[in-house]
Structures are given as structure tokens and as C-alpha cells.
């Protein structure tokens, strides 16, 4: 059972910066990517950004040129560099992982997420 802890989130104004982390932890296989995504009242939960282990990258498009997402492989954490705020971007900010476990006869894939940190972008 893979767990998630995310730190990072806060207060910020329009135009200002906020670093998310997301630490996973208890893989009995390999973490194959982990993700970002946000989730504003009354609206669905979206994709912000992704990273594979192999460091390709997946940004949605509201978010390109000012959101880098990072990941460091031997600590299983990944990173989400955000800059540029806008009031738009305030959401329940969640860390997602896929990990791949590989069984006698079969790969299985198991998505786990974390408990969400809060992110308010003040106009």
C-alpha cells in the first residue's frame, strides 16, 4: 500500500509562487508516474500535471509556461513549481501515483492518491 504525504500548499497572491511536494512511501513495486491534480468547488477534478519515471512530462494547457512539474526518482517525490498565480488556480490541489507491480503471470497497475493540500490564489 503506497501513501502519499503532500506539503506545500497556502496563501498566495495573483502573481506570486507556491512549491508543492508529494512524498510516496510503502511501493512493493515501482512508482511508473506520479501526477498533480486540482479540484475547485463545484467543479471536477482535473489533470494539472504529470511525470513518468522517465521524466516525460504532461501539463494541461491552462497551466503551460508557468507550472513545472520535477520528480526525484530515488525519493519517490514529486514536485510542482508554481508560478505566476492567478485566482483561477485556487483549488484542493491532489498528488497522484501509479505504481506497477509485477505478479506471477500478470503487471498490475494501482493508483493511490494523496489527502489533498489547499491552494488560495488572493486577487
Known amino acids: 500500500q503506497v501513501q502519499l504525504v503532500e506539503s506545500g500548499g497556502g496563501l498566495v497572491q495573483a502573481g506570486g509562487s507556491l512549491r508543492l511536494s508529494c512524498a510516496a512511501s510503502?511501493?512493493?513495486?515501482?512508482?511508473?508516474?506520479m501526477g498533480w491534480y486540482r479540484q475547485a468547488p463545484g467543479k471536477q477534478r482535473e489533470l494539472v500535471a504529470a511525470?513518468?519515471?522517465?521524466?516525460?512530462?504532461n501539463y494541461a494547457d491552462s497551466v503551460k509556461g508557468r507550472f513545472t512539474i520535477s520528480r526525484d526518482n530515488a525519493k519517490n517525490t514529486v514536485y510542482l513549481e508554481m508560478n505566476s498565480l492567478k485566482p483561477e488556480d485556487t483549488a484542493v490541489y491532489y498528488c497522484?501515483?501509479?505504481?506497477?507491480?509485477?505478479?506471477?503471470?500478470?503487471?498490475?497497475?494501482?493508483?493511490?492518491w494523496g489527502q489533498g493540500t489547499q491552494v488560495t490564489v488572493s486577487s
Open positions: 497522484k501515483a501509479v505504481e506497477v507491480v509485477d505478479g506471477l503471470l500478470k503487471r498490475y497497475e494501482y493508483n493511490y
Open positions: 510503502g511501493s512493493s513495486g515501482s512508482i511508473k508516474s
Open positions: 511525470i513518468t519515471s522517465g521524466s516525460s512530462t
